[in-house]
């Protein structure tokens, strides 16, 4: 079973920037995927950006794409997320996920395993 635990968020202001962090833990050789996914108020869970363990290629959403950087760290069993030039509409709580075996990287139904969240407030 994998945990996972998010660190980093907080309140900043518009165009500061903020970095993430998920730490996983258990069984996370067999992770095969993984993403950041984040949910505003009132709004549905949107993909953010996606990365694979093995060959570190990366994907983003539409929204993020330019500004947010996701990387990880194999050695640490760490997952990055940098996030420049922030934006009011950025604030959300942003999960860490990940897939046991291949999915499609923008659906959550693709992931197996969710970290708890933690809150990103961007004022103006």
């Known amino acids: 079973q994998v945990q996972l635990a998010e660190s980093g968020g907080g309140l900043v202001q518009a165009g500061d920037s903020l970095r993430l962090s998920c730490a996983a833990s258990g069984g996370t050789a067999g992770t095969y995927f993984l993403g950041w996914f984040r949910q505003a108020p009132g709004k549905e869970r949107e993909f953010a950006a996606g990365?694979?363990?093995?060959?570190?290629?990366?994907y983003y959403g539409d929204s993020v794409k330019g500004r947010f950087t996701i990387s990880r760290d194999n050695a640490k069993n760490t997952l990055y997320l940098q996030m420049n030039n922030l934006k009011p509409e950025d604030t959300a709580v942003y999960y860490c996920?990940?897939?046991?075996?291949?999915?499609?990287?923008?659906?959550?139904?693709?992931?197996?395993?969710w970290g708890q969240g933690t809150q990103v407030t961007v004022s103006t």
């Open positions: 990365i694979f363990r093995a060959t570190g290629r990366t």
């Open positions: 996920a990940a897939q046991s075996r291949y999915g499609e990287y923008s659906e959550r139904s693709s992931y197996a395993y």
